[in-house]
């Protein structure tokens, strides 16, 4: 649990009017002097991000955000980072003075229930401000009072958590018949990171394990000889990426197969809206606006997968003139309105409610959106055979085809 990577842990935002004592808070709770804390606004600037192991809950990341109310030079920056810290929240811990509800506070309320997030109060400066109320009465300066605090906010965390984070979808493991034999064709290239696997991987190993599930992990160059090699075939065949033309032209037809990012296009997200999106590539003209959204702030190889290959294969297939912009991380733009299509890397950096609230930002301008598994397999005429094991998608699939 204590490497447990970040996007797979409950994101908890601290939000508050300045000066509410969220920082002051966040180092109670994690038992360190994680944020800086003052009596002076705008204390907090960009979100400060601390992971901690909250058992029995198990692995989650705090994200303490600038004050609401900020009135310093930069409080307009400050809001526009707290702000989008509501796309990527499981859970909003919202900090009040005593049991203090005023504008900034209710602001707070309003959109979180605006997003169908699980809100807890904690009337902090409880002794000062009156406290009684729908919260949890808190001194943060008071280190002594820490177990307490943490045995109620860990109570109410139980009780509001989000359903998905306490069963956690699996990855691949429910697609196929339990004790089944799986083959993970894994290419080892200049991309891939030295003595380890990438994050979807690993994750996928770990699910096929957890399921009682046999995994062969194999390079491109034994992957015939290993299916030459079982008694009986495959229930799945998993690929990276890159190599899926290469897994499709060298799989049986009886044999299901798909790849790592189109399983994390349904882990993530909403796959069906992502093959949804894949159909726009057809329509792109001269001209177009492409964004390729990243997770992770890599530094970019020679031949990167966002960077190079998937810009290259889109203009070799659509054979049109396009603008590809890229951004990299948490941001997002405010000008999506101006895409013909977004294209979404495989999201293993983010999390599930991240990537659904992107997906829900283009659907409202009208954009269509992908991932990189749906749209590389569609830019090499294999996206139908790798969406036998999802029938919903397939059948959307085949519907935006016949339009």
Same mark, same amino acid.
């Given at each position: 649990?204590?490497?447990?990577?970040?996007?797979?842990?409950?994101?908890?935002?601290?939000?508050?009017?300045?000066?509410?004592?969220?920082?002051?808070?966040?180092?109670?709770?994690?038992?360190?002097?994680?944020?800086?804390?003052?009596?002076?606004?705008?204390?907090?600037?960009?979100?400060?991000?601390?992971?901690?192991?909250?058992?029995?809950?198990?692995?989650?990341?705090?994200?303490?955000?600038?004050?609401?109310?900020?009135?310093?030079?930069?409080?307009?920056?400050?809001?526009?980072?707290?702000?989008?810290?509501?796309?990527?929240?499981?859970?909003?811990?919202?900090?009040?003075?005593?049991?203090?509800?005023?504008?900034? !506070?209710?602001?707070?309320?309003?959109?979180?229930?605006?997003?169908?997030?699980?809100?807890?109060?904690?009337?902090?400066?409880?002794?000062?401000?009156?406290?009684?109320?729908?919260?949890?009465?808190?001194?943060?300066?008071?280190?002594?009072?820490?177990?307490?605090?943490?045995?109620?906010?860990?109570?109410?965390?139980?009780?509001?958590?989000?359903?998905?984070?306490?069963?956690?979808?699996?990855?691949?493991?429910?697609?196929?018949?339990?004790?089944?034999?799986?083959?993970?064709?894994?290419?080892?290239?200049?991309?891939?990171?030295?003595?380890?696997?990438?994050?979807?991987?690993?994750?996928?190993?770990?699910?096929?394990?957890?399921?009682?599930?046999?995994?062969?992990?194999?390079?491109?160059?034994?992957?015939?000889?290993?299916?030459?090699?079982?008694?009986?075939?495959?229930?799945?065949?998993?690929?990276?990426?890159?190599?899926?033309?290469?897994?499709?032209?060298?799989?049986?037809?009886?044999?299901?197969?798909?790849?790592?990012?189109?399983?994390?296009?349904?882990?993530?997200?909403?796959?069906?809206?992502?093959?949804?999106?894949?159909?726009?590539?057809?329509?792109?003209?001269?001209?177009?606006?492409?964004?390729?959204?990243?997770?992770?702030?890599?530094?970019?190889?020679?031949?990167?997968?966002?960077?190079?290959?998937?810009?290259?294969?889109?203009?070799?297939?659509?054979?049109?003139?396009?603008?590809?912009?890229?951004?990299?991380?948490?941001?997002?733009?405010?000008?999506?309105?101006?895409?013909?299509?977004?294209?979404?890397?495989?999201?293993?950096?983010?999390?599930?409610?991240?990537?659904?609230?992107?997906?829900?930002?283009?659907?409202?301008?009208?954009?269509?959106?992908?991932?990189?598994?749906?749209?590389?397999?569609?830019?090499?005429?294999?996206? !139908?055979?790798?969406?036998?094991?999802?029938?919903?998608?397939?059948?959307?699939?085949?519907?935006?085809?016949?339009?």
């Amino acid at each position: 649990m204590e490497t447990a990577p970040k996007s797979l842990r409950l994101h908890i935002a601290l939000m508050g009017r300045v000066n509410s004592g969220k920082s002051s808070f966040l180092n109670l709770v994690s038992g360190q002097d994680v944020s800086i804390t003052s009596c002076q606004e705008g204390t907090t600037t960009d979100v400060v991000e601390k992971a901690q192991e909250l058992l029995p809950l198990g692995p989650v990341v705090w994200l303490d955000t600038a004050g609401f109310g900020d009135n310093t030079e930069l409080g307009g920056k400050r809001q526009e980072k707290t702000q989008a810290v509501f796309d990527r929240s499981d859970i909003v811990v919202l900090v009040c003075e005593g049991n203090n509800i005023g504008t900034y !506070e209710q602001q707070i309320i309003d959109e979180a229930e605006k997003r169908k997030l699980p809100l807890i109060k904690i009337f902090n400066k409880a002794d000062i401000f009156p406290a009684e109320g729908d919260g949890i009465a808190v001194v943060s300066t008071d280190k002594s009072s820490r177990d307490a605090v943490l045995n109620k906010l860990k109570a109410e965390l139980i009780r509001v958590c989000p359903e998905e984070f306490i069963n956690t979808p699996a990855v691949f493991g429910d697609l196929i018949a339990p004790h089944s034999t799986v083959v993970m064709l894994i290419p080892i290239d200049f991309e891939a990171p030295k003595g380890r696997l990438i994050m979807p991987q690993v994750q996928a190993i770990r699910d096929g394990l957890d399921y009682n599930h046999t995994v062969v992990v194999v390079k491109e160059n034994d992957y015939c000889r290993a299916l030459d090699n079982l008694k009986t075939p495959p229930a799945l065949v998993i690929c990276d990426s890159q190599v899926v033309d290469f897994m499709v032209e060298n799989t049986p037809e009886n044999i299901p197969c798909t790849t790592f990012s189109i399983l994390f296009a349904r882990l993530k997200g909403d796959i069906v809206k992502m093959v949804e999106g894949a159909a726009a590539i057809d329509g792109l003209r001269d001209g177009d606006k492409v964004l390729i959204a990243e997770s992770c702030t890599h530094h970019a190889v020679e031949d990167d997968i966002g960077r190079v290959k998937i810009p290259r294969w889109l203009k070799n297939k659509t054979g049109k003139e396009l603008v590809i912009d890229h951004i990299a991380g948490h941001d997002f733009p405010q000008n999506l309105a101006e895409y013909k299509l977004v294209v979404q890397c495989g999201g293993c950096m983010h999390n599930r409610r991240e990537i659904l609230s992107r997906i829900n930002k283009c659907e409202s301008v009208n954009v269509p959106i992908t991932n990189y598994g749906v749209c590389i397999s569609e830019l090499k005429g294999v996206l !139908e055979r790798v969406l036998e094991a999802f029938p919903k998608a397939l059948e959307k699939y085949r519907e935006t085809k016949k339009k």
